[in-house]
């Protein structure tokens, strides 16, 4: 059993990122040329990776850091497809034709706010307009409050054959800090109108870190998901960022776990879970030992994106919506927040790009180390050289030598060829990825921090 080091989390529970991407999204700049950034997705010949980021929630959240609007009406929605419709437009103007899409997500927000009927409308456009591959995985982040069966036989008539369920934690307590009250009825109902629509794999969304919870009602919380019979969980550690969402200075009237009572909780989640036939892939994901996402990792063609661990590789990933995130092989873009600008440079055929970037040769080279880093938790010198024709131990020789103290902590091992994380240094892969990081000594931006 993994028993997290308290010292350790004392010495090393500080402000990082999450490497969903590199560089991060603060070194994103509006200086960039949008033009180039236009250019680079219109560059693109392979696989096609959708995101649909819906922003509408009928009630706030208090944990939530998402770009959201808060609304009871649908009728919001309705005007947002036409949005999404009309930026799919403008971006298959410079798209290279017939691509194939590997990959779809819903996220939001809340997808299921929008009804069967705007869900259909939806489908419709998409099919028309996207070719989808056979083995094309389709999912959806669904709310088990606002769902009905009707909801689910929608999102199945576009193709979803995966549903992520958000349930934080089951203690009533807890959902009430939070302002998400979530019975288990409403729990089992939702799980059982997936599978009946024959939806093959489940996710269910938890969070730690939150009011109340303590590592013995997380093993409550854990034991009872486990009912559920997931295929997948990502039990994500509560980031406390109340400068970008400000509804989370709610929940420090009601205190929030100390970091030591958090890495005792990761421990009981990983005992749990580790020891009834779930994988740690790492972070925050576990996967059953046969799901396709952990012989991923086994195998070392795990990857990592800003829908967090996956297992498509060479995708372009095309964001759609306020705030939605593109990658190329390049460059990054990011979306307008705000839906009025969203609006105003669609009126006039422009992407709605708010910032972007792109990469360097080093960006790249140092992209694809860290990113090997956070899914095979080891790296490999010489098929590193191979695969960046670099000398991988020179390049890297300072960051290499700087590992002298995590190596004498036993966060991670080093020989002549590789660099191997323990299993106590999977707790804090963010501290060991920083090493890589030649943006962050220079950056003022605030990150959460890695415990």
């Given at each position: 059993?993994?028993?997290?080091?308290?010292?350790?989390?004392?010495?090393?529970?500080?402000?990082?990122?999450?490497?969903?991407?590199?560089?991060?999204?603060?070194?994103?700049s509006d200086a960039v040329d949008l033009e180039d950034l236009r250019h680079e997705a219109s560059l693109e010949t392979g696989p096609l990776s959708l995101y649909f980021h819906i922003p509408f929630c009928q009630s706030l959240c208090n944990f939530c850091g998402c770009t959201k609007i808060i609304s009871r009406g649908r009728e919001p929605a309705d005007a947002y497809l036409d949005q999404l419709e009309q930026e799919i437009d403008v971006y298959l103007e410079t798209s290279q034709p017939g691509r194939l899409v590997q990959q779809l997500h819903f996220g939001g927000g809340t997808p299921n706010y929008l009804t069967p009927d705007q869900i259909d409308r939806f489908s419709d456009y998409l099919h028309k307009n996207f070719t989808f591959a056979d083995d094309a995985e389709i999912s959806a982040e669904l709310d088990p409050r606002r769902l009905t069966k009707e909801h689910i036989s929608a999102f199945r008539r576009l193709g979803v054959n995966r549903v992520s369920f958000g349930m934080q934690d089951i203690l009533l307590k807890t959902q009430e800090a939070?302002?998400?009250?979530?019975?288990?009825?409403?729990?089992?109902?939702?799980?059982?109108?997936?599978?009946?629509?024959?939806?093959?794999?489940?996710?269910i969304d938890l969070i730690y870190g939150l009011p109340y919870q303590t590592p013995e009602t997380i093993r409550t919380t854990i034991r009872h998901v486990l009912q559920y019979d997931p295929d997948r969980l990502a039990i994500f550690s509560y980031a406390h960022v109340p400068w970008i969402a400000t509804a989370q200075k709610i929940l420090d009237r009601?205190?929030?776990?100390?970091?030591?009572?958090?890495?005792?909780?990761?421990?009981?989640?990983?005992?749990?879970?580790?020891?009834?036939?779930?994988?740690?892939?790492?972070?925050?994901?576990?996967?059953?030992?046969?799901?396709?996402?952990?012989?991923?990792?086994r195998n070392k063609t795990m990857q990592r994106d800003f829908q967090g661990y996956s297992t498509f590789k060479d995708v372009e990933i095309c964001a759609f919506g306020i705030s939605s995130i593109s990658q190329t092989a390049n460059s990054y873009r990011q979306n307008v927040k705000d839906l009025e600008q969203y609006t105003a440079k669609l009126s006039v055929d422009q992407f709605p790009t708010e910032k972007g970037y792109i990469l360097t040769e080093d960006d790249r080279i140092r992209r694809t180390t860290i990113m090997r880093l956070m899914c095979d938790h080891s790296l490999d010198y010489t098929q590193?050289?191979?695969?960046?024709?670099?000398?991988?131990?020179?390049?890297?020789?300072?960051?290499?030598?700087?590992?002298?103290?995590?190596?004498?902590?036993?966060?991670?091992?080093?020989?002549?060829?590789?660099?191997?994380?323990?299993?106590?240094?999977?707790?804090?892969?963010?501290?060991i990825a920083m090493h890589f990081d030649a943006h962050l000594a220079q950056s003022s931006a605030r990150h959460s921090r890695t415990v």
């Open positions: 059993m993994l028993k997290p080091d308290l010292g350790l989390v004392k010495k090393y529970n500080k402000p990082g990122p999450r490497y969903t991407s590199y560089p991060t999204a603060p070194q994103f939070v302002n998400r009250v979530q019975s288990d009825e409403q729990n089992r109902q939702a799980i059982q109108w997936a599978r009946e629509a024959d939806i093959n794999s489940l996710n009601h205190g929030l776990p100390s970091a030591e009572a958090k890495i005792k909780m990761l421990g009981v989640i990983i005992q749990e879970l580790t020891s009834s036939g779930y994988q740690y892939i790492g972070m925050d994901h576990f996967a059953k030992v046969d799901d396709s996402l952990a012989v991923a990792q590193l050289s191979s695969d960046l024709a670099i000398d991988f131990k020179e390049y890297f020789a300072d960051e290499l030598h700087s590992f002298t103290e995590m190596e004498r902590d036993g966060l991670l091992t080093t020989s002549d060829n590789k660099l191997q994380v323990t299993p106590q240094g999977t707790l804090f892969i963010r501290n």
